[in-house]
């Protein structure tokens, strides 16, 4: 493929960032451009530059990515998610898991605390969406007490839900990286862990050193643990390995009986709040609807090809070698919006310059993993950040220079990559 047609297969993508991002750094404000304008204007855009197939064909393509049962998915877990999250908040189940979590911390605590807790439900359920789908209405409650900027809470909890995402045994990131390279998730988990756990430790650090001084700003309330139990079941279930849909109609539906059981809310107000939430997710919807099509677009115009044969070109050695799958991984992630997308996109190339270099297929795996996990973590139009987005009711621009645990993991990937470590898997 030309460069000139790579170029304009892939410019959908710099339309997006060109309108998103350049636009809203000049304007000074995030609020500016809504992500959903740019989505538009940019999958117009790409539908007008695939006049080679006409316009109808062109359309159906862009639908076809839309409605891939990956996005239907996304969209499903959206909903129930919105549902779940503002019928909890309606029948008090938030603020008591809020009063629980501040009296059984100490004030200085909270950040390390909710970092810890984040992690081992991340690692625990294999999800990040289903983690940050539980936790970020808490964080919000929790900073709203404490007087702490919301961002950086959420922020906590979307680094520690990538933990989990990244080393979990039954993350679909996890079963994609080692089943592409042939190796075992016990001896990815080993490598990986020594990747990760630095970065954990460090971070983990800074939390504890920013929060020596947080002070709850009130008492408080004394808890209430029949509300809490809707966030109890929801956690636990997704712990037993529950389909996250599930998980997630399971909480609605507690809400609901103890809401009603309590007093805190009749049956039409239930509902009301359900309607709410879902509502409140509409313009994520959009997004990624928006999103699925443009990048199938990319995609069936060879946007996707072209990255590959450019970015694997030149490779010398094996530090080059493993340098160049972790960026291959990364960019197409930016492409796709999608970590385990990403990794099956590239896994196959990755696994012949893995045999072509003589690189350990368990590092590889690693590598695939973790770079998908740190660009997911960052791109503003991932559904992980786009559903933290939507629950917080924040910007971007306002969690992403928060998100220390996603940079501190790329630093180590870097370390890693570098200094050829650990040894005696390079």
């Given amino acids: 493929m030309s ?23 000049i304007a000074q404000d995030f609020y500016k451009v809504p992500i959903s304008v740019a989505f538009v204007i940019a999958s117009i855009y790409a539908v007008a530059i695939s006049y080679k197939n006409g316009l109808r ?10 409605s891939k049962s990956n996005i239907m998915l996304m969209l499903w877990i959206f909903i129930l998610a919105g549902a779940f999250a503002q019928s909890a908040k ?7 898991t809020v009063d629980l ?59 520690g839900a990538f933990f989990g995402d990244n080393l979990s045994f039954i993350s679909d990131t996890t079963i994609a990286a080692t089943s592409s390279q042939g190796c075992s998730m016990s001896d990815k988990f080993k490598v990986n862990f020594f990747i990760t756990t630095p970065a954990a430790i460090i971070i983990l650090g800074v939390y504890t050193f920013m ?38 109609t399971i909480g609605i539906l507690l809400t609901g009986i103890i809401g009603m059981l309590s007093g805190a809310m009749g049956v039409f107000d239930w509902f009301h709040a359900m309607g709410e939430g879902i509502m409140g997710m509409g313009e994520l919807i959009i997004v990624t ?43 197409i992630d930016v492409c796709t919006a999608n970590n385990t997308v990403a990794i099956i996109s590239t896994g196959g190339i990755a696994k012949r310059i ?31 950040l786009l559903m ?13 220079p928060y998100l220390y645990y996603p940079f501190a993991l790329a630093v180590c990937v870097l370390f890693t990559i570098v200094f050829r470590l650990p040894r005696r898997y390079s």
């Fill in 90 to 96: 309606a029948m008090g189940s938030v603020d008591a």
């Fill in 388 to 400: 933290a987005l939507g629950l917080s009711k924040l910007s971007p621009a306002q969690i992403i």
């Fill in 211 to 248: 929060g020596m001084h947080m002070n709850t700003s009130s008492t408080p309330h004394p808890v209430d643990i029949m509300r809490v139990i809707p966030y109890i079941a929801v956690l636990a279930t997704a712990i037993a390995g529950f389909n996250v849909m599930l998980v997630l």
């Fill in 289 to 331: 609807i928006l999103a699925g099509g443009m990048f199938e677009l990319v995609r069936h115009n060879g946007g996707i090809d072209y990255i590959i044969a450019k970015i694997t070109r030149h490779i010398h050695g094996k530090r080059g070698a493993e340098g160049i799958i972790a960026s291959l991984v990364a960019t």
């Fill in 3 to 25: 460069n000139r047609k790579g170029l304009l297969a892939l410019s959908p993508l710099f339309v997006f960032v060109t309108i998103y991002l350049v636009a809203s750094i």
């Fill in 57 to 66: 064909q062109s359309v159906d393509i862009f639908s076809k990515g839309a």
């Fill in 101 to 159: 979590m501040l009296s059984l911390l100490p004030d200085n605590m909270l950040l390390p605390g909710l970092f810890l807790a984040t992690c081992f439900i991340s690692l625990s359920i294999g999800t990040s969406v289903g983690t940050i789908v539980a936790l970020v209405p808490i964080a919000a409650g929790l900073a709203q007490s404490t007087g702490s900027p919301a961002a950086l809470l959420t922020a906590v909890v979307v680094g």
């Fill in 354 to 384: 893995s045999q072509q270099f003589a690189l350990d297929s368990r590092k590889v795996a690693s590598i695939l993993d973790t770079s998908s996990c740190v660009m997911q973590c960052l791109i503003p139009y991932g559904a992980q």
